[in-house]
């Protein structure tokens, strides 16, 4: 069994910047591609971003291209969500996600552990 905990969440102002972290265990962490999606109130969990095992293919949802980057690093077990530009419309519950797969998923149903949320507001 793979557990994940996020942090790094937090109010933050238009225009500003947060890195949320994921850690897991129970698993090797270069076994685990890696996602985050993010819950706004009444609306659905929606793709952010992934990562391969290796780090080496990242893909984002269009809405955080080019303001988030995800990374990862091998030796720490974590995963990591840069959000840079914050916009209010960012602000939901941030998961982590983990996926045992050789293809980086966009879909929820790839992913087969999840962590509890981390929450990000983005207020003035």
């Known amino acids: 069994q793979v557990q994940l905990v996020e942090s790094g969440g937090g109010l933050v102002q238009p225009g500003g910047s947060l890195r949320l972290s994921c850690t897991t265990s129970g698993r090797p962490f270069t076994d685990l591609g890696m996602g985050w999606f993010r819950q706004g109130p009444g609306s659905e969990r929606d793709f952010v971003a992934a990562?391969?095992?290796?780090?080496?293919?990242?893909t984002y949802a269009a809405l955080v291209k080019g303001r988030f980057t995800i990374s990862r690093d091998n030796i720490k077990n974590t995963v990591y969500l840069q959000m840079n530009s914050l916009d209010p419309e960012d602000s939901a519950t941030y998961y982590c996600?983990?996926?045992?797969?050789?293809?980086?998923?966009?879909?929820?149903?790839?992913?087969?552990?999840w962590g509890q949320g981390t929450q990000v507001t983005v207020s003035s």
């Open positions: 990562i391969s095992k290796s780090g080496l293919t990242t």
């Open positions: 996600a983990a996926q045992d797969a050789v293809v980086v998923g966009i879909e929820e149903k790839e992913y087969q552990y």
